[in-house]
């Protein structure tokens, strides 16, 4: 409806002033979908997640016993590369952060990045103390429902920028891989499937890092 622009532009102004739309960002109420590839089907009977690399105890999980990993809600924005971005979306999963606070997974001191391994072979790669801050959730709900199939469905990686927490890197929303199924820990860093075409390593939402070509 045309009549909902001005209100739109409003508070997207708001949202610039409160510090909270990152440079050539812009406000979207409607969720996008952006992925490589077909959308997976989901079968809890032989679904897993790997837990592997520089960890003491090699994990592997079946969707009931991964269900069963304490769970964390998280409201943030989120801001996509090709330039979308969304305020106060609720995630509901599991903190990588806390698995290891509680001992369930144990990084060796060795252990530096983090790859998401999903499916089809897509993969994407974070620091560790990007993976380990509170703004990163191996998520499995989206606004109170279990994620929709084209968003994920039953487990993705999402990242974004938690207001008043610029103590956090922020990263646009491709660092969280959708239909995960590992877990990498490495000691050196390894450029993802978007890093690899050309997506910046970093991809940091306030230094505008979406590409290393200058596109
Ligand atoms: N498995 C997988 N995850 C992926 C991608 C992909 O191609 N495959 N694309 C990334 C990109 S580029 C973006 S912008 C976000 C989009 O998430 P959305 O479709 O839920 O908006 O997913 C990320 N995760
Ligand atoms: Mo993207």
Redesign the pocket.
Known sequence: MLSGIPDRRKEEDELRDAKRLPPGQSLTRK???????PVPSFDPSTWDLKVWGEVEEELNWSWEQFSQLPRTKLNMDIH???RWSKFDTDWEGVSLKRLVEAGIIKPKPTAKFLMQH???G?T?NLPMEVAMGDNFLLATHFDGNPLTP???YPL??VIGHIPDRDDLKSP???K????IRGLEFMTEDRLG??EQAGYHNEADIWKEQRTTRGW
Do not use: Q
């Open positions: 969720f996008p979908v952006l992925h490589y590839g996509c590369v090709t999903c499916e089809y897509f994407v084209d968003h994920g993705r990686g646009y929303l491709w969280g891989g959708k239909w499937f978007w």
